[in-house]
C-alpha cells in the first residue's frame, strides 16, 4: 500500500501562485507515476498533469504553461507549482499514485490506485 499525503492549498486571488506538495510512504518503490486530478463543485474529476518515473511529464491544456509538477526522489514527494492562477482553477486537488502508469494511460484517473484525501484551491477573482 502506499499513503498519499497533500498539502499546500488555500484561498488565493486571481494571478497569484500556489505549490502544492504530496508526500507518498508505505510502497514507494512500487509505484512509476503520480499525478495530480482537481474537481470543481458539480463537476467531474479531471487530469491537471502527471509525472512518470521515467521522465515524462504531461499536463491538461488549461494548465499547460502555468503549472509545473516536479518530485524529489529523496523526499518521496509530488509537487505542483501554480502560477497565475484563475478562478476556474478553484476546486479539490487531489495527489494520486499508480503501479501501471504510461504514456497513453496516464490522464486516466482509473489506473491510479492509490489516492489522496484532497487539499481545496480556491482562487478569487
Known amino acids: 500500500q502506499v499513503q498519499l499525503v497533500e498539502s499546500g492549498g488555500g484561498l488565493v486571488q486571481a494571478g497569484d501562485s500556489l505549490s502544492l506538495s504530496c508526500a507518498a510512504s508505505?510502497?514507494?518503490?512500487?509505484?512509476?507515476?503520480m499525478g495530480w486530478f482537481r474537481q470543481a463543485p458539480g463537476k467531474e474529476r479531471e487530469f491537471v498533469s502527471a509525472a512518470t518515473w521515467g521522465g515524462s511529464t504531461r499536463y491538461a491544456e488549461s494548465v499547460k504553461g502555468r503549472f509545473t509538477i516536479s518530485r524529489d526522489n529523496a523526499k518521496n514527494t509530488l509537487y505542483l507549482q501554480m502560477n497565475s492562477l484563475k478562478p476556474e482553477d478553484t476546486g479539490v486537488y487531489y495527489c494520486a499514485a499508480g503501479r501501471y502508469i504510461s504514456a497513453l494511460t496516464y490522464h486516466a484517473s482509473r489506473v491510479y490506485e492509490y489516492w489522496g484525501q484532497g487539499t481545496q484551491v480556491t482562487v478569487s477573482s
Open positions: 508505505g510502497r514507494t518503490a512500487s509505484i512509476n507515476g
